[in-house]
């Protein structure tokens, strides 16, 4: 993610609520709230070598899930929330207490 720094400030930057995941979605969410234009390149790559954040499979899941919750609820309100939640209930179990 490329953003100026001005514009990154004036957003208040990244929300510290999150742990990990949605922060650059919430981010670019609330930048198209103020009128400012999101980019994407699709033929950007990255590589990420590695991967050692998490011990499990489990805890990067609940993490993931937790951060997308906070997400939905402060961009679209609880209901809407609780309603995604819902429906994402049987991918949730098996992601987080059935893959290993």
């Keep these: 993610m490329l953003i100026k720094k001005n514009i990154f400030s004036e957003l208040g930057g990244f929300d510290e609520k999150y742990f990990m995941y949605f922060e650059d979605v ?5 930048a198209r709230k103020k009128g400012w234009k999101i980019v994407v390149n699709p033929t950007a ?12 499979h489990q805890e990067k899941k609940r993490h993931y899930y937790a951060s997308q919750n906070y997400y939905l609820k402060k961009n679209f309100g609880s209901w809407r929330a609780r309603v995604v939640k819902t429906l994402r209930l049987p991918i949730y179990i098996k992601n987080v207490y059935l893959n290993k």
Excluded: P
């Design 45 to 56: 790559r990255v590589h990420h070598q590695g991967g050692k954040s998490f011990s499990s």
């Design 26 to 30: 919430d981010l670019c969410l609330q």
